[in-house]
């Protein structure tokens, strides 16, 4: 269980990096900092179900 959180981190922080890499960087605040705000709230909670779950 625990790897499978670091797996969803990781690819996280692989997709963030490429997303930054993509963007130009007038874009890249406006994008990325909602967006990974976002993406943490949805694993904070997928987390939570999870140990709420065993």
């Known amino acids: 269980m625990i790897r499978l ?3 969803i981190t990781q690819s996280l922080l692989a997709s963030a ?3 930054n890499t993509k963007i130009p960087y007038h874009d890249k ?3 990325s900092y909602p967006s990974i705000m976002i993406g ?7 987390i ?3 140990f709420m779950t065993e």
């Open 29 to 31: 605040i406006l994008i």
């Open 5 to 7: 959180l670091s797996l």
């Open 48 to 50: 939570q179900w999870i």
């Open 40 to 46: 943490f709230g949805i694993l904070s909670q997928h």
């Open 17 to 19: 990096s490429y997303l």
